[in-house]
C-alpha cells in the first residue's frame, strides 16, 4: 500500500514499514561485509602471504594503488545524472498510472439522470450497470494487480464475490475461448446495450445520453491505458544502465574508500572504524535506485504499490450508494427550509414579502475560526504617486526589494 507519514524529522526517520531501512538494509549489510572483508586483509591477510619483508611492502604498495585508483574511477561515473534522469520518469510513470484509475462517480452520476425513474425497471437497470462496470474493473485489474489477482485467482471465484452471474460466467468463458483480449471489454457493451433499451423505451434527453456515452469511452480508454502501461514497461537497457552504474560505484569504492596506512601515518587521513561518509551515500543512491525499481510496477506486493483492492471496494461502496440510497432518498425541501445566506441576502419588508434588492450575507464562520491564523494575499505591483518622489526615481530601483521599506498595501 502507499504509506501514509507525517509528524517530525525524528518520528519520520525511525519508520520502518516503506522506509529506506527496510529497502536497502541486505545490500548495505552485504556491502560492509564486503568492505570490512578487504580491510582485515588490508591490515592482516597481507602478513600473512609472504614471509619476506620486501615482498609484503611491495604487496600493500600495489594494493594501495590499487585503491587510489578506484577511488579515482568513481568520480568518472555520473551516477546522479543517470539516477535522477532514471528515477525521475519512473515516479512520473507511476504516478500517471494512478491518475489513469477511473473512479465511478462522474458516470453513475450522469446515469442517474438519464433514468431518474424510480420504478422497479430503471432500479434495476442503475444496479445492473453499476455492477457491471465494478465487473469490469476487476476483470481488467485482475491481469495487471497481484493484490486482485491474489483475490480472485480465477474469473469463476467472481460469482462468490457477487460480481458475476452464472450465465454471465458462461458468455465470458465463450467470448474469452474466441478473443482473448475480449473479456473485460464485455460488460462494457453489456451496458451500451442496456442504454440502447433505455433510449427505445423512455427516450432520455440526447444531451444527457451522450454525455453518458463519452464517459463510458473514458471509462474504457482508462482500462486500456492501464494494459498498456503494463505491457510498455521502461526499456531494458535503461534500467540496466542505471543498476551497472550504480553497482559499479560501489564495487569500486569497496577499495577506494580504504583507510590506507600512508595517509592515515601522514595525517591526511582520519581511520574511521565506520565508513560514515560511504554508508550515507550507499544510503542515497542505492535506495534511489531502489525506488526506481519499487515503483516500476505499481500494483504489485511492495509497500509503496497501490492499493486496488482498497480502491476496488471503494468504487463497489460509492456505485450502489449513487445507483440506490442517493437516487431514492428524498430531496431536501429547499424552498421552504430556512437557509440563513438566502435570509441575509432578501431580507423580508414590512409586508412579508422577499425584498427584491440583494445584500451580500455573512462569510461562513464558526466559534472556531478564531484559532485560526488568516494570510490574505496581497497585491506586490504598488507604485507611489502621491508623494514627493517622482515617476523617474521609482524607475531607478531595481527590483522589489529596493521599495520593500515603502510598499504598502493597496486600498481600493
Not at 556491502?31 to 570490512?36: H, N
Not at 619483508?53 to 594494493?63: E, G, T, V
Not at 467470448?175 to 423512455?202: C, D, F, K, L, Y
Request: glycine letters at 4%; one cysteine or more.
Amino acid at each position: 500500500m502507499t504509506i501514509s507519514y507525517s509528524g517530525n524529522v525524528v518520528r519520520l526517520l525511525l519508520r520502518w514499514k516503506g522506509s529506506i531501512w527496510r529497502t536497502v538494509w541486505r545490500e548495505l549489510l552485504i556491502y560492509l561485509l564486503f568492505f570490512y572483508s578487504i580491510r582485515v586483509f588490508y591490515l592482516k591477510g597481507i602478513d600473512l602471504i609472504d614471509d619476506d619483508d620486501d615482498d609484503r611492502l611491495k604487496i600493500r604498495r600495489m594494493f594501495e594503488t590499487f585503491c587510489r585508483q578506484c577511488d579515482s574511477y568513481t568520480r568518472l561515473i555520473p551516477l546522479t545524472f543517470l539516477l535522477g534522469f532514471y528515477v525521475s520518469n519512473v515516479v512520473a510513470r507511476w504516478w500517471r498510472q494512478f491518475e489513469t484509475l477511473y473512479w465511478p462517480e462522474d458516470i453513475l452520476s450522469v446515469l442517474c439522470t438519464v433514468l431518474h425513474q424510480h420504478d422497479d425497471k430503471s432500479r434495476r437497470r442503475r444496479h445492473t450497470i453499476a455492477r457491471y462496470l465494478n465487473l469490469s474493473n476487476a476483470l481488467a485489474w485482475r491481469d495487471i494487480s497481484s493484490k486482485i489477482r491474489l483475490r480472485f485467482p480465477s474469473v469463476h471465484s467472481l460469482i462468490e464475490g457477487g460480481l458475476l452471474t452464472e450465465k454471465e460466467y458462461q458468455i465470458l468463458e465463450a467470448m474469452h475461448n474466441e478473443n482473448e483480449a475480449s473479456r473485460w471489454m464485455t460488460p462494457i457493451h453489456w451496458v451500451q446495450q442496456i442504454m440502447r433499451q433505455v433510449e427505445e423505451e423512455t427516450k432520455p434527453t440526447a444531451s444527457l445520453l451522450n454525455q453518458f456515452v463519452a464517459e463510458l469511452r473514458i471509462f474504457r480508454q482508462s482500462l486500456r491505458k492501464l494494459y498498456s502501461y503494463d505491457w510498455v514497461c521502461v526499456p531494458l537497457v535503461y534500467t540496466q544502465v542505471a543498476a551497472l552504474a550504480t553497482y559499479s560505484f560501489f564495487f569500486f569504492s569497496l577499495f577506494g574508500r580504504q583507510p590506507l596506512l600512508p595517509e592515515i601515518e601522514s595525517g591526511k587521513e582520519i581511520d574511521l572504524k565506520v565508513p560514515i561518509f560511504t554508508i550515507v551515500q550507499f544510503l542515497f543512491f542505492v535506495g534511489w535506485f531502489k525506488v526506481g525499481q519499487d515503483l516500476m510496477r505499481p500494483f504489485g506486493l511492495d509497500d509503496d504499490d497501490i492499493e486496488l483492492n482498497y480502491i476496488l471496494d471503494r468504487n463497489v461502496r460509492i456505485s450502489f450508494a449513487i445507483v440506490n440510497q442517493l437516487q431514492e432518498s428524498p430531496m431536501p425541501d429547499f424552498e421552504n427550509d430556512d437557509d440563513k445566506m438566502w435570509e441575509e441576502m432578501h431580507p423580508p419588508t414590512k409586508d412579508g414579502e422577499t425584498s427584491p434588492g440583494v445584500r451580500m450575507p455573512q462569510l461562513p464562520h464558526s466559534k472556531y475560526s478564531s484559532q485560526l491564523s488568516e494570510h490574505p494575499p496581497r497585491l506586490h505591483a504598488y507604485v507611489p504617486i502621491d508623494d514627493d518622489r517622482s515617476i523617474k526615481d521609482m524607475e531607478s530601483h531595481h527590483g522589489c526589494i529596493a521599495l520593500k521599506k515603502d510598499k504598502k498595501h493597496l486600498s481600493w
